[in-house]
């Protein structure tokens, strides 16, 4: 019987060391495990964009909306939020989308494809 | 095909991820959360930054209507007081009965109400539920003092709310430093000179003999020294319990809260429990322990939900839970902070601290240090690191101010990396801690192609 594990032992592999750096294209990244869904973010986000959905899968912000102002990192106070890359960029310099930019269940996906 | 109803108690964390899953596992069985409170899912943590005025309160509500009606999730006001473990029902307190299929206990704790005299008083508050803070803030407002005790997180976010209202608040610390069961005197200091600038009158080695009161109402509180602090009221946040009332006499096993296996079932098959009233098997200390922490009461809740699933449809359960070294942030007095793992202070006048669990706090942060046990660490300025070693591995890292180094510290700990080739470097301290804990995590990352 194959068995699913929580909490301790919900291992995810770091980035694989292929990925050498990421593209300058950056997007608000999430720790889900931080947030406890006060909703400060989405309250100061000017364009109102509710910040904390994305968070409580651990997605980057990808609303076409977000002008990438950067108030909700700077306003979250646990932490959670971050720059980070869009794009990944590989050793021999090829690209690879931060499979965070996607929504939960097409990173499913991208695992299996990869 | 029949439909399984699903009975969950308790609209918090816990409860609501088990709804989650549940749907997403069992899109025809029927799903009830009951809860006494008045309120839709909200943040319970961000009450906190309620009462400061960060955010208003229909911003706590983070799951809207049309989420429990498009996830088929009848939510229940209402306060369930009885349970017939024999006939699957629970009563509602008007003898409304609702049958179950499985039910989960996530009833959560409550504030621990203090025991000296005059606690009963009106104005004496504490910081658990909306209708808390929303009592925080009138009373901060009306009062011309406020009186503030406790030594965790709860009793500085609250001082710092009754500040932020208005009123001028004393914070009494029963020891000589700032959460002494965490901080030592270094990290202490950095959030005491955070706290003067928040207009806070800090008080060490102080405790309440009594509240004073007249008409029912608090006129100010008298310490154990004599001294006598005129105000209008008393916060109080000194631990939580957690709230196991429904199975009291009932053949469910409990101790501190609800036992539950790995599949965060009880001994009964049917009944699960989850979040704030379970006590889970920790293997960092190998014994049965509460955990109030947000982030593990929705791990809890989210196992609980996929064995729901199993038990109701006849199967065998497989989501096991198996609980993560403590991990809180916070922040506190514009200083953010970060616990993981065992950090927990030893010094003897703390061991007699409080008899109950702070809210977002873990017993496991204080669990009995062996003696090999070395810590380090690497101060500057209001920034300030601290990591504890045992066996080569790094157990425990409490992080002020400057955050960078939480999240591979916090792998480190969780996934017991060995770093025995790093511990002489670590050990040292200081400016080599960031530096070597940085090289180790690159190293640490290329072992995994």
Redesign the interface.
């Known amino acids: 019987?194959?068995?699913?594990?929580?909490?301790?032992?919900?291992?995810e592999?770091?980035?694989?060391?292929?990925i050498v750096s990421g593209s300058d294209l950056l997007q608000v990244a999430a720790?889900g495990?931080?947030c406890?869904?006060?909703?400060?973010c989405?309250?100061n986000c000017p364009v109102g964009i509710e910040v904390?959905e994305y968070a409580r899968r651990g997605e980057n912000v990808t609303d076409s909306r977000c002008i990438s102002c950067g108030t909700c990192i700077e306003?979250c106070?646990?932490?959670t939020l971050r720059w980070g890359p869009a794009i990944l960029i590989r050793a021999d310099n090829t690209l690879e989308i931060n499979p965070n930019s996607l929504p939960k269940d097409l990173q499913m996906k991208s695992r299996e494809i990869q | 095909m029949t439909s399984h109803h699903y009975l969950i108690i308790g609209n918090g964390a816990a409860g609501m991820s088990a709804a989650e899953i549940i749907r997403q596992r069992d899109t025809h069985g029927r799903i009830t959360i009951v809860t006494n409170e008045p309120y839709l899912f909200y943040s319970r943590p961000g009450v906190a930054y309620f009462i400061t005025d960060m955010i208003p309160e229909r911003q706590l509500i983070s799951r809207t209507e049309s989420f429990y009606r498009q996830n088929k999730i009848n939510l229940r006001f209402g306060h369930i007081s009885q349970l017939d473990l024999r006939g699957q029902l629970a009563f509602l307190e008007k003898g409304e009965p609702i049958a179950y299929d499985v039910l989960l206990l996530a009833t959560g704790s409550t504030a621990t109400r203090p025991s000296f005299p005059g606690g009963d008083l009106e104005g004496v508050i504490t910081l658990d539920t909306l209708d808390d803070a929303k009592r925080a803030i009138r009373y901060g407002r009306r009062a011309k003092s406020a009186v503030v005790i406790g030594g965790g997180i709860t009793a500085m976010e609250l001082a710092e709310g009754l500040s932020h209202q208005g009123a001028r608040t004393h914070l009494l610390q029963r020891g000589s430093r700032l959460w002494p069961r965490l901080f030592d005197e270094w990290e202490s200091k950095i959030i005491d000179s955070q706290i003067k600038h928040h207009r806070i009158i800090l008080h060490y080695n102080e405790e309440v003999a009594e509240v004073l009161g007249k008409k029912g109402k608090v006129t100010g509180v008298r310490l154990k020294s004599g001294r006598v602090i005129k105000c209008q009221v008393v916060g109080v946040a000194i631990g939580v319990k957690p709230n196991r009332q429904l199975i009291e006499g009932l053949p469910v096993s409990y101790d501190k809260g609800i036992l539950v296996n790995e599949f965060m079932q009880s001994n009964i098959s049917t009944i699960f429990a989850a979040g704030d009233v379970a006590q889970v098997y920790d293997r960092w200390t190998g014994r049965h322990q509460l955990d109030v922490l947000w982030p593990s009461a929705i791990n809890e809740g989210q196992a609980a939900g996929y064995n729901m699933v199993e038990v109701a449809q006849g199967r065998n359960m497989y989501a096991n839970y198996q609980k993560e070294s403590p991990f809180n942030c916070a922040l506190l007095f514009g200083c953010h902070l970060t616990v993981i793992g065992q950090v927990g202070n030893r010094s003897g006048s703390d061991k007699a601290e409080i008899s109950y669990l702070s809210r977002g706090s873990s017993h496991v942060w204080t669990a009995p240090f062996s003696s090999s046990y070395r810590s380090a660490w690497d101060k500057k300025g209001q920034n300030s690191l601290r990591i504890v070693m045992a066996g080569g591995r790094i157990v425990g890292a409490l992080l002020l101010g400057n955050q960078e180094l939480a999240d591979p510290l916090r792998q480190f700990i969780n996934q017991e990396v060995d770093l025995s080739g790093y511990e002489s470097a670590l050990l040292n301290g200081q400016e080599k801690i960031p530096k070597t804990i940085l090289e180790a995590w690159r190293n640490w990352h290329q072992s995994w192609q």
Do not use: E
């Open positions: 019987m194959l068995s699913k594990f929580f909490g301790r032992f919900r291992k592999k770091p980035a694989s060391s292929t720790d495990s931080r406890v869904q006060c909703g400060i989405g309250y904390r306003k106070p646990r932490g």
